[in-house]
């Protein structure tokens, strides 16, 4: 694995990350997060459908693509509390998952555009490609779980709508959208996690979280009395030996 390198793995990851926010967009805007159908036995009626996302709400008969009653202020009138907690988690999961998108783009281009020789001021420098790229996974994992938790909690609230009130409420597709997109999240860490597992063995200081000395770093080290300062494992202890 070219852990010194741009890898296959850490693109991957970055354009599963960017697949899956894009997921989380459009299952946030989405008006068909609930169905209530009201059915009628009245053969001059049609069926009412009445649509319910997180911001606005939608009432059709059945064959009509227009919207009989279309509420846009629903947002501020929810009266279910998956939807009014999917209001907040959903904005925050999009909000982690692109910052954890800044931090593995950080992380490729400061490998891609890094220089071959060891800096010996970036030695105690805890921004690398590395570090980037484990914060990010950290990231990608925790927003994850932010939209994954309420996202199923919108399954089991239909159950318990339809037990208080009648078998009239079903989840439509915006609930697959975002469950898939948080799988794409924890995809996206899971990659993240074993390039970063798979390289952290290796001795190299250009992707270690935390640099460190090899010997063949004091070939561009400053001197003593300044580089005394990072590691006391370095100074040099004179020894006298004694001949007889």
């Known amino acids: 694995m070219g852990c010194r390198d741009v890898h296959a793995a850490t693109v991957l990851s970055f354009l599963c990350g960017i697949a899956s926010v894009a997921g989380l967009f459009a299952g946030t805007l989405l008006p068909n997060w609930r169905k209530l159908r009201l059915i009628t036995f009245n ?13 606005v709400k939608c009432a059709r008969y059945d064959g009509s693509s227009d919207c009989l009653m279309y509420d846009p202020t629903w947002y ?8 009014r907690v999917l209001q907040f988690a959903l904005p925050l999961s999009i909000l982690i998952a692109m910052g954890a998108l800044l931090l593995c783009l950080i992380g490729m281009c400061n490998t891609a555009f890094r220089s071959s020789v060891p800096n010996i001021k970036l030695a105690k420098c805890l921004v690398n490609s590395a570090g980037c790229h484990l914060v990010a996974g950290l990231l990608f994992f925790m927003a994850g779980n932010v939209s994954l938790s309420p996202s199923i909690w919108v399954i089991f609230y239909n159950i318990h709508l339809n037990k208080k009130f009648e078998p009239v409420f079903t989840f439509d597709y915006a609930v697959y959208v975002t469950i898939d997109s948080a799988g794409g999240l924890f995809m996206t860490s ?3 996690f074993i390039w970063y597992c798979a390289c952290k063995s290796l001795p190299s200081p250009f992707w270690q979280p935390l640099y460190s000395h090899p010997p063949s770093m004091h070939t561009y080290s400053q001197p003593y009395s300044a580089q005394s300062c990072l590691s006391a494992i370095e100074i040099d202890i004179p020894v006298v030996s004694h001949t007889t």
Not at 45 to 52: A, D, F, G, I, R
Not at 76 to 83: A, F, H, P, T
Request: without cysteine.
């Open 43 to 55: 053969r001059n009626e049609k069926n009412l459908t009445v649509y319910t996302g997180l911001w």
């Open 76 to 83: 501020s009138s929810v009266d279910q509390l998956d939807l």
């Open 190 to 192: 899971l990659l993240l």
